[in-house]
């Protein structure tokens, strides 16, 4: 069966590995068949994560997802692409409100939000399409920001079955746009220098508004 890795970050990054809508279309380009498609991912681009659903979705062939470590955020959109969506009993599920960085007035702001708002929308549209799950529901878990083990996973509808191996999450869990996240044994405490830098960035850009 062909197989697909997405490990890294969704879309381009300059923080380390990643996986663009166009590195996903270039490969399934030459794939034939049914595919399974491993996902390691904090996530990424929102944007992305619906281009290389909609790939996986319209692909001529099925496609079989198999959560090696984790699939959040943005991530945990493309997993909804599956067949089936098989997790390891210690990989995991987050998912979240679409989360943003915005430099500008008071109009710039609520642009923003209203953007987001759609965002959201579309992403539970995604989660309803493969989970059991009403819209308001699964809402409701995006703004707690839900983490899901294989077993609560299944029973919500968010993945179909268990695999028989247990797989290790990515020690990647700096990003800012999680609020949550499991500690140590499954995921390390965050690295805050991407914080950080993001922080260095904005001033940046503040300074020259």
């Not at 294989?150 to 029973?155: G, K």
């Not at 914080?195 to 001033?203: M, Y």
Request: hydrophobic share 45%; proline share 2%.
């Amino acid at each position: 069966m062909n197989e697909l890795t997405i490990y890294g970050d969704i879309g381009e990054s300059f923080w380390g590995a990643s996986v663009s809508a166009v590195d996903v279309k270039d490969l399934l380009a030459e794939m034939e068949g049914d595919i399974a498609v491993r996902i390691n991912s904090a996530g990424g681009s929102v944007f992305d994560g619906f281009a290389i659903y909609n790939l996986l979705a319209q692909h001529d062939g099925e496609v079989h997802v198999k959560v090696d470590g984790w699939a959040a955020s943005a991530a945990s959109v493309i997993a909804m692409a599956g067949d089936t969506i098989e997790m390891a009993d210690n990989s995991m599920i987050m998912i979240h409100d679409p989360w943003t960085m915005t430099v500008g007035d008071s109009r710039d702001m609520m642009k923003s939000a209203e953007l987001l708002d759609q965002i959201r929308d579309n992403i539970v549209t995604t989660y309803q399409a493969k989970s059991s799950l009403d819209a308001e529901t699964i809402s409701e878990m995006m703004k707690d920001e839900t983490w899901m083990k294989a077993d609560e996973a299944i029973e919500k509808g968010f993945a179909t079955a268990k695999t028989s191996q247990q797989a290790k999450a990515s020690n990647s869990a700096d990003k800012p746009w999680m609020n949550k996240a499991p500690q140590a044994p499954e995921i390390k405490a965050p690295d805050m220098s991407f914080v950080n830098i993001q922080k260095r960035k904005l001033k940046l850009l503040q300074a020259d508004a």
